[in-house]
């Protein structure tokens, strides 16, 4: 059975950084793809960055420069390294795999983590 789960949330002044990691168990890379999405209050739940099958790497046009997306598969962990945080990239974070239809951005992945919430104060 595939399980993730997100660390790294915490609180952070605007311009700083965080680095989340999302722990994936029973979950094989060579199934696509993995992806970082989020989800603010009253907001939808977004694509955040994604690692495709070719190793190419998509991320939605607010964080482009400032968010990079690695996976490390020696420890089947996914990262997510966020620089220069503003306050409107305070949400859940969540880890996502197995994407079954549609595009990375799209909900249409098969796992989901639980979420590790990221609060950007100004």
């Known amino acids: 059975q595939v399980q993730l789960v997100e660390s790294g949330g915490g609180s952070v002044q605007a311009g700083g950084s965080l680095r989340l990691s999302c722990a994936a168990s029973?979950?094989?890379?060579?199934?696509?793809?993995m992806a970082w999405f989020r989800q603010a209050p009253g907001k939808a739940r977004e694509g955040v960055a994604t690692?495709?099958?070719?190793?190419?790497?998509m991320y939605t046009n607010s964080v482009k420069g400032r968010f990079t997306i690695s996976q490390d598969n020696a420890k089947n962990t996914l990262y997510l390294q966020m620089n220069s945080l503003k306050p409107e990239d305070t949400a859940m974070y969540y880890c996502?795999?197995?994407?079954?239809?549609?595009?990375?951005?799209?909900?249409?992945?098969?796992?989901w983590g639980r979420g590790t919430q990221v609060t950007v104060s100004s």
């Open positions: 690692i495709e099958s070719d190793g190419s790497i």
């Open positions: 996502a795999a197995d994407r079954y239809t549609g595009s990375w951005y799209e909900l249409g992945y098969a796992y």
């Open positions: 029973g979950y094989t890379y060579s199934r696509c793809c």
